[in-house]
């Protein structure tokens, strides 16, 4: 037992000043399930696209067509995967972007009641 403190079995957890809203929860789950999906059928018109039009020279190793059993055939499949990683990356980076923009107009003021804003600083003049 500590000096200053009661001593109890079930220690409390300290709640969070913020809830969140399950709307958020949701359509967050919904886009960590569609950005993938969205990215793979773009990544797969992008590198037929790449193979009609030669774009850019696709390597041998990118290029072989794998056998899945219970799929069968897909050609490009190692393409088809980095291509859509990339896309991956973008659209999550563009989400974090609009997301961080419209917290930045909409979101909660800088300071809350209880708080000052930080003091300017001005340099001493030397002689």
Known sequence: MTKYD???????????????????RGIGCLMMVLIPIISYAGAVLLVQANVAARWLPTPRELAQTITIPYIGRIPYLFANL??????????????????????????????????????????????
């Not at 980076?93 to 809350?112: A, E, K, N």
Request: glycine share 6%; hydrophobic share 40%.
């Open 82 to 127: 980095l291509v859509a990683v990339v896309l991956m990356l973008a659209g999550f980076g563009i989400l974090t972007l609009l997301y961080s923009l419209m917290y930045r107009v909409l979101g909660p003021p800088r300071y809350g009641p209880l708080d000052a804003p930080p003091e300017r600083y001005r340099p001493r003049r030397r002689r």
């Open 6 to 24: 009661k001593f109890s079995i079930r220690s409390r957890q300290a709640e969070r000043p913020w809830k969140i809203h399950p709307v958020w």
